[in-house]
């Protein structure tokens, strides 16, 4: 097992036990814009060397996703439950956008077994943060009083992550490989430290919300155990069919099986204010991220080495 998901173990361990151990929240904040910086940068100089032809049936294709994910999970979940309108809406949004920190785990899985990525992953990555939470916005408002949605807008379009993403996919595409070696030591040499701190606080994170699931338990087990897996499947197809490498189909697999709790959460909580923001983030963070970094993604490898396999 990677070394970096035993940080993840610690810090669910220390949760769990009442431990004091806590990390200050300027740290936490400036670990999330490590990872997101270097996770941009990598990808932009990556696509610096690459031609980027053809790259907009790609990203229709996987906007797609995007779009399906949250209209099915919507669908499903007011058929085989009493959940509120507005939190079916806030679980639709989570599970059809994505987690950065599950997607960096994929990259740092990948990179220790020396599996190539295409380089387009990390533009993905921001593709499918967005369409996800304006259909869930668009769900819940029958449930929602009013959406105030210039916020919503300035939240998505110009919350951290995707600036910060955006950004360093930008950088790293116009400086490329050779302009982008004096930043190598603290974001590239240094980021499997970096994610190991970082899930650390998401152990933390995760023991915490562990109260939580005794109010809709079922619900919140189920939908961040069964949800994973066919969303990542439908991922790991689209990559296939738009030409992506093992481990690019792997990535997207992962992308697509993963759920927000950084965009999504935010956004719906200033358009959908009648959504517990606790479900949600019980089911994407409490269930969904550990069964994605210690079961899923080698699930998702497998996966994507059959289908390349079985199409080659």
Same mark, same amino acid.
């Given at each position: 097992m990677d070394p970096v998901i035993w940080f993840f173990l610690l810090g669910v361990l220390a949760g769990f036990m009442r431990s004091d151990l806590r990390m200050p929240k300027a740290v936490y904040e400036l670990l999330s814009m490590i990872?997101?910086?270097?996770?941009?940068?990598? %990808?932009?100089?990556? *696509?610096? $060397?690459?031609?980027?032809?053809?790259?907009?049936? $790609?990203?229709?294709?996987?906007?797609?996703?995007?779009?399906?994910?949250?209209?099915?999970?919507?669908?499903?979940?007011?058929?085989?439950?009493?959940?509120?309108?507005?939190?079916?809406?806030? *679980?639709?949004?989570?599970? %059809?956008?994505?987690?950065?920190?599950?997607?960096?785990? %994929?990259?740092?899985?990948?990179?220790?077994?020396?599996?190539?990525?295409?380089? $387009?992953?990390?533009?993905?990555?921001?593709?499918?943060?967005?369409?996800?939470?304006?259909?869930?916005?668009?769900?819940?408002?029958?449930a929602a009083a009013r959406s105030n949605w210039g916020g919503v807008m300035h939240e998505v379009f110009l919350g951290k992550s995707i600036v910060l993403l955006i950004g360093g996919l930008l950088i790293g595409w116009l400086s490329g490989p050779v302009g982008i070696e004096?930043?190598?030591?603290?974001?590239?040499?240094?980021?499997? %430290?970096?994610?190991? *701190?970082f899930l650390l606080e998401m152990g933390l994170i995760a023991a915490n919300q562990a109260g939580d699931l005794k109010?809709?338990?079922?619900?919140?087990?189920?939908?961040?155990?069964?949800?994973?897996?066919?969303?990542?499947?439908?991922?790991?197809?689209v990559g296939?069919?738009?030409?992506?490498?093992?481990? +690019?189909?792997?990535?997207? +697999?992962?992308?697509a099986g993963s759920a927000s709790y950084i965009a999504a959460p935010a956004a719906m909580r200033i358009a959908v204010p009648d959504a517990n923001p606790s479900l949600s983030l019980s089911a994407s963070l409490g269930i969904t991220f550990p069964f994605n970094i210690f079961i899923g993604v080698p699930l998702y490898h497998e996966a994507a080495k059959w289908l390349a396999g079985a199409g080659a």
């Open positions: 990872l997101l910086l270097t996770i941009g940068l990598k %990808g932009g100089v990556e *696509l610096a $060397q690459q031609p980027v032809g053809g790259l907009a049936l $790609q990203v229709l294709a996987v906007a797609s996703i995007g779009v399906v994910l949250p209209l099915v999970v919507f669908s499903v979940i007011r058929a085989l439950s009493t959940v509120a309108r507005a939190d079916a809406a806030s *679980l639709a949004a989570h599970y %059809g956008s994505v987690s950065v920190a599950t997607y960096a785990v %994929g990259v740092s899985f990948l990179a220790t077994r020396n599996v190539p990525v295409d380089a $387009q992953l990390p533009l993905f990555l921001v593709i499918l943060e967005v369409p996800a939470i304006m259909i869930g916005i668009v769900l819940a408002k029958g004096p930043l190598e030591p603290l974001f590239f040499d240094l980021f499997k %430290g970096v994610l190991a *701190l109010r809709r338990a079922t619900l919140v087990i189920l939908t961040g155990i069964l949800t994973p897996v066919p969303a990542a499947m439908l991922g790991i197809g296939h069919l738009i030409g992506l490498n093992v481990g +690019g189909m792997t990535l997207l +697999g992962v992308l």
